[in-house]
């Protein structure tokens, strides 16, 4: 089932750029680059059991790392979009550490609190002139390079499809490996893991630090694709929607943050053709639907539906 899944899914996308027009095609664009972001947090709650609500903070220090350079210091995008992962990365381990002595519910208290203060601080009169303030700072995106005959969204989206990819081969690498064996003892049974010889600390802050590096990989692409960054876009509602798409797709999977992705991009469209003047009431009732009847994710459902139906045929 999972190859049948992965086969097509890798047949549509790489089809797609040629059977959309630009707009529909960069809106599939914007969803994997959720798909990035919710990748590391598949990996840091899923797996690890570490809970945030913040990442939008990550996010917005990624977006900001590639905006800078890109605009202020000249930096190619492409050279500039592992600094942005890079900068996650670091932001993401140093706050990691001292999370490590939290528990489930005050750690998710305090990623909020850091998705309330980043925006403030991106806007804040110390480093206004740095980040463009309120006002924010406008990104120049480039064509496709060497003549090629596609447009920009199209070479955006097949850039985005590159990303995501690598960045799925090393996060499942991660999690189905050794390591993401340590991290579900860790979760499951910490005293345990602790008494193997798994070294907490590091484990923790550091699985902290990859999921961050998504988070702002993921944020530096989205500023590309809207040649645009502000503070205000990183609020935690964006933290909130990035762990809708973990909870909806399958939030201890890989192909549920593709599934999550197509859900937060998308499902609000389908929420207002239902009813336009109450979209956002309509669209809360279908994540509680989507919820009740798949309460492991889209992908994990589907499997078990599909695992039934094998069973009765057998």
């Given at each position: 089932m999972q190859r049948i899944q992965v086969t097509l899914g890798l047949l549509i996308a790489l089809l797609l750029p040629f059977l959309v027009e630009d707009y529909t095609l960069y809106r599939f664009t914007d969803a994997i680059v959720f798909s990035i972001a919710i990748l590391g947090l598949n990996l840091l709650t899923g797996i690890s059991g570490q809970f945030s609500i913040g990442h939008s903070a990550f996010f917005a220090i990624g977006a900001y790392t590639v905006a800078i350079l890109t605009t202020d210091y000249g930096m190619s995008p492409y050279l500039a979009l592992?600094?942005?992962?890079?900068?996650?990365?670091l932001f993401g381990f140093l706050f990691g550490w001292p999370a490590l002595r939290f528990g489930t519910v005050h750690l998710a208290l305090a990623t909020w609190g850091l998705a309330l203060v980043v925006p403030r601080l991106l806007k804040s009169e110390p480093i206004d002139q740095l980040t463009g303030g309120v006002q924010g700072m406008y990104l120049n995106r480039p064509g496709a390079p060497f003549?090629?005959?596609l447009s920009d969204d199209q070479w955006w989206y097949i850039v985005s499809l590159i990303i995501v990819a690598i960045a799925a081969f090393l996060i499942g690498n991660l999690m189905h490996g050794r390591i993401g064996r340590a991290l579900k003892a860790l979760r499951d049974h910490p005293d345990a893991a602790r008494t193997m010889g798994i070294n907490v600390p590091l484990f923790r802050t550091t699985v902290f630090g990859v999921s961050g590096a998504a988070a702002g990989l993921a944020g530096g692409l989205a500023g590309l694709l809207a040649d645009f960054v502000a503070p205000d876009t990183y609020s935690i509602f964006l933290g909130i929607?990035?762990?809708?798409?973990?909870v909806a797709g399958g939030i201890t999977t890989l192909r549920g943050a593709f599934v999550g992705g197509l859900i937060v991009e998308f499902l609000p469209d389908a929420a207002g053709m239902i009813s336009r003047s109450i979209s956002f009431p309509v669209y809360g009732v279908l994540l509680i639907?989507?919820?009740?009847?798949?309460p492991h994710g889209v992908v994990p459902g589907l499997d078990r539906l599909w695992q039934r139906l094998a069973g009765r045929r057998g």
């Open positions: 592992p600094f942005g992962a890079l900068s996650g990365f003549g090629l005959p929607t990035l762990l809708i798409g973990a639907g989507l919820v009740m009847l798949m």
